[in-house]
């Protein structure tokens, strides 16, 4: 572990571009000091709508689910908390006015916006007046350089920050216009030939979910394989890398594509103005294609939920009866909305006594 904390301080020492000095910080962790068993209660809707809902986002009084599989759309609005189907957007197909991927969505102020990776663009979308349909805004095309962008988050209401896949940074800072500004951190790896031979590979193997809390100025990644938490304090420069007992992710390079061997990590990630909420499935690429060759599809999702502090400390486990991926966080309800893909009714609610 010293050793992994050593090297991330060389890296980005020689390495940070950031106009500040970046202080890099190491917490492993190896448990939680709570753990706590959540039950669902199931959120009935009056109509069919999923195939595989992916993320969940409220607002004020309203609330989006991202359906990475939907039929014709893949977004899904509702009233919130109620969950009173609204409308339908995002339309799936090539014209200019549709969509060829969705990766994921952020409210704004003014409505919120959303990511179609096939076609490198972030589109802004407002609701009318009746407040139940969106109609398009602004199409920001991103800029050339930014390789394949797969999540986003806005940085101070005009600019947007994506994760950097070429391997040699870890974010790209965007215009509003979608140019590149500048790129910031790097992969906190101990893969010494990984980072001198296989960057592009490496950034695959380390693709992380972002969040991001305009008000703490705290940025969060999580990594999809292994068990890494990054915190970017945006405000005074610091960055603590959380490593948990599964490690950083582990991939082998074939044809300079990082193949994953290790285990499925986070899921999603929030940050409120008072903890980081991360789910986290721990399932082996072993286990998974063993039980797909008997016949047996392990369920999608993880079972649990941890909970650390803006600085990176573990707080609490949550453990969940079901399998879960997207998660939405109301700290002022003491609900979490979750999503299970395992079930005809996806969307649950827990009630739980959040951080103070």
């Known amino acids: 572990m010293l050793r992994i904390a050593y090297f991330i301080s060389i890296l980005f020492f020689l390495l940070s571009c950031t106009s500040q000095s970046t202080v890099s910080m190491n917490n492993g962790y190896v448990d939680f000091p709570e753990v706590r068993e959540l039950k669902a209660k199931t959120i009935q809707l ?3 709508l999923f195939r595989y809902p992916f993320r969940v986002h409220a607002w004020d009084n309203k609330a989006v689910v991202l359906d990475l599989h939907g039929m014709d759309h893949y977004f899904h609005a509702f009233s919130y908390p109620e969950f009173r189907y609204l409308s339908s957007f995002g339309k799936k197909g090539d014209a200019p006015e549709e969509m060829l991927s969705a990766e994921n969505f952020r409210w704004s102020e003014k409505g919120l916006w959303i990511l179609d990776a096939n076609k490198s663009e972030l589109t802004e979308l407002v609701f009318t007046l009746s407040s139940d349909t ?73 693709r992380s979910f972002i969040d991001y809390n305009p008000r703490k100025g705290v940025l969060v990644a999580a990594t999809q394989l292994g068990e890494v938490l990054e915190i970017y304090n945006l405000k005074d420069s610091t960055h603590v890398v959380c490593i948990g007992p599964h490690g950083e992710p582990e991939f082998q390079v074939a044809e300079g594509y990082g193949i994953p061997t290790g285990i499925m990590g986070f899921g999603d990630v929030q940050v409120t103005d008072n903890a980081i909420y991360a789910v986290f499935q721990g399932k082996s690429f072993k286990d998974i ?32 009866d079901h399998y879960v991926h997207g998660i939405f966080v109301d700290e002022q309800r003491g609900v979490i909305t979750a999503l299970d893909v395992n079930m005809d009714g996806p969307i649950l609610e827990y009630s739980f006594h959040p951080v103070e």
């Not at 992969?187 to 960057?199: F, G, K, V």
């Not at 047996?296 to 502090?309: A, E, R, T």
């Open 46 to 48: 009056d109509t069919a």
């Open 289 to 320: 294609m063993e039980s797909a060759k008997q016949g047996n599809k392990l369920p999608d999702g993880g079972q649990s939920i941890y909970v650390f502090s803006l600085k990176g400390e573990p707080l609490r486990k949550y453990v969940l």
């Open 134 to 206: 969106l109609f398009c805004q602004e199409v920001v095309k991103l800029d050339k350089e930014i390789l394949r962008a797969l999540d986003f988050v806005i940085y101070e209401d005009s600019t947007f920050i994506i994760p950097d896949y070429t391997g040699d940074n870890r974010f790209c800072h965007v215009s509003s216009e979608g140019r590149l500004l500048r790129k910031f951190g790097v992969i906190p790896s101990a893969n010494e030939e990984a980072l001198a031979n296989s960057r592009p590979a490496l950034a695959q193997a380390w």
